[in-house]
């Protein structure tokens, strides 16, 4: 009896045992299974209501098919260069990406700062709460022109318009996030005699971290649904330019395929962003 | 004889129109266990929060050594009632954190001596091999003996504990007076601790004199009780010691006539 534990010790698992770990790799992978069905069907679904949609439409709208092989040819040549009014759309997409970056990268540098001073500071709060309250619900393009008057370019307006506009939930949720550090956690601070240095790397920063990922979260995600338009305003490059000029030459099915790309492209930063974000989740005990 | 080491005269608590605490004198001596008991909301937690400067008295006077107390500092180590871990660092960097920041300044222990006090105090309480887990990954009793760690670690000369155990089931809380008393007996600077406890057998086990407090608003000092028995005690052994019983039975009839005076009132 001990020989074969020895031996299965020494040589792997019996069958048994192999049997049980299969089986558990089964278990552990249905509902990823699942989700995955779920999404399959969800595509079938949209193709088929886009099927009928076209056919509704009595061909203005064009039909899946034709648009996905519209969609496989402008993939097959992204970084194409033919001229200002042909450019691959993987050109246009990383235009796009780039002010993005630029965009939301300075939003996001000048807004944690910001964050942290209202969230620490409650009557910066109150002074500045009602400012940010009314600026946040201006639409992106009413910023267009004065982007055009400080930056004298409009590619550089979109960048300013993405930047202004993907400022605001990082602020909101960084100063929430800094207001509500717990009472608990300001008094070991102070009984330990911590520095401010030492408070706000190891207490208030860690604590806003979630609360700071979500705003830029929130914020990406505008920055997104920004350029686009924006892009479509300062024309020249990026993706939104792409839509508004395939619009021009009357070509629903780049349009549709654009559609699809944006949504792909948003979908993958806000997943990206989120994964980096989990990284800084804690469980809060009590 | 000289002044006492921790001294409380007619030290008055006002939040705005509440009174907590009214004229409240004690001294405390090196060296002492002393607990405070009390109903609950009788300012017990109040008194120790201004021992410890996190909040202000509002009249009387305050002094450790003479000095007075305004702010929280580390000669006072606490143990909140919620252990107040930080929950996104691990047992190992909540005590190292706490160390750092208070030897920062004094470059009194260097870095091999802290790791080695934290590895000591971490092995004392049990929790070396739990040192990388975060709060959130420990059982509670395992919590508040790293609070307990963290208090220590620092080498207060007063230590204030806040209803330490008053979470954890009786088996462990048993086991956590042994280890609180062996760190008290070996650690050489932390000579004096003030423990509020709504428990009375441990307030017994583990103090030299137990504080009874009446009842808030305007809460005050019932009596000092004197514990008898000797050290080192014995937890079983106690239970069969006449003095043990006679000073429960006291303890009870401070706190039970508390009751009643207030429901006469």
Not at chain 1, 12 to 18: K, V
Not at chain 1, 212 to 237: C, H, N
Not at chain 2, 84 to 92: A, D, E
Request: aromatic content about 8%; glycine content about 8%.
């Amino acid at each position: 009896m001990s020989v074969a534990t020895e031996s299965q010790r020494a040589f792997g698992p019996g069958n048994g045992a192999m049997r049980r770990r299969v089986l558990a790799t089964v278990r552990v992978s249905l509902p990823w299974l699942r989700s995955l069905g779920a999404a399959a069907a969800g595509a079938v679904a949209l193709y088929a209501l886009w099927e009928l949609g076209a056919a509704i439409s009595g061909g203005s709208l064009p039909r899946p098919g034709r648009t996905l092989l519209t969609l496989q040819a402008l993939l097959s040549e992204p970084f194409v260069d033919r001229g200002p009014n042909d450019k691959g759309i993987g050109l246009q997409l990383t235009a796009s990406l780039v002010r993005v970056a630029i965009g939301f990268g300075a939003a996001s540098l000048v807004a944690l700062p910001i964050g942290i001073l209202l969230g620490a500071n409650s009557l910066m709060r109150a002074i500045f709460d009602p400012v940010v309250q009314v600026l946040r619900p201006v639409s992106p393009l009413a910023w267009f022109p004065i982007g055009l008057m400080l930056m004298r370019s409009a590619p550089n307006a979109a960048v300013f318009v993405v930047f202004v506009c993907s400022l605001w939930p990082t602020v909101i949720n960084t100063a929430f996030g800094v207001s509500t550090v717990p009472q608990s956690h300001r008094d070991v601070a102070r009984v330990f005699e911590f520095s401010t240095f030492r408070y706000l790397m190891k207490v208030v920063v860690p604590h806003s971290l979630p609360h700071i990922f979500v705003g830029l979260r929130l914020s990406l995600g505008i920055a997104w649904l920004v350029i686009v338009a924006a892009e479509m305003l300062s024309g020249g490059t990026g993706i939104g330019f792409f839509v508004w000029d395939s619009w021009n030459a009357l070509d629903l099915e780049r349009v549709l395929s654009a559609i699809l790309i944006i949504g792909i492209v948003g979908l993958v930063l806000d997943r990206a962003i989120a994964f980096v974000g989990n990284r800084f989740v804690y469980t809060e005990v009590d | 004889m000289a002044s006492p080491y921790l001294e409380i005269k007619h030290v008055t608590k006002s939040f705005g129109d509440y009174t907590a605490l009214q004229d409240v004198s004690l001294d405390i001596r090196r060296g002492e266990f002393v607990s405070l008991i009390g109903h609950s909301g009788c300012g017990k937690s109040t008194l120790l929060s201004l021992i410890a400067g996190l909040t202000r008295i509002t009249s009387g006077s305050l002094t450790l050594e003479g000095t007075t107390i305004t702010k929280p500092g580390a000669d006072r180590g606490m143990v909140f009632q919620h252990h107040s871990l930080l929950p996104w660092l691990s047992v190992y960097e909540n005590i190292a954190e706490a160390v750092d920041a208070v030897f920062r300044d004094r470059r009194v222990l260097k870095r091999a001596e802290r790791r080695t006090r934290i590895e000591r105090l971490l092995r004392a309480v049990r929790l070396w091999e739990h040192r990388d887990k975060k709060p959130g990954q420990i059982s509670g009793g395992q919590r508040q003996r790293c609070a307990v760690a963290r208090a220590f670690a620092v080498q207060p000369r007063v230590l204030l504990m806040d209803e330490p155990f008053g979470a954890i089931d009786a088996l462990t809380k048993s086991a956590l007076h042994d280890e609180l008393l062996s760190l008290w007996a070996e650690d050489s600077e932390t000579e004096t601790v003030i423990m509020v406890t709504h428990d009375i057998d441990e307030a017994i086990y583990l103090s030299d004199r137990i504080v009874v407090m009446t009842d808030g608003p305007r809460a005050g000092i019932r009596e000092v009780v004197e514990v008898p028995l000797s050290r080192p005690r014995d937890k079983r052994g106690m239970l069969h010691d006449p003095r043990y019983a006679v000073t429960k039975e006291h303890l009870l009839d401070l706190l039970t006539s508390g009751l009643a005076v207030t429901g006469a009132a």
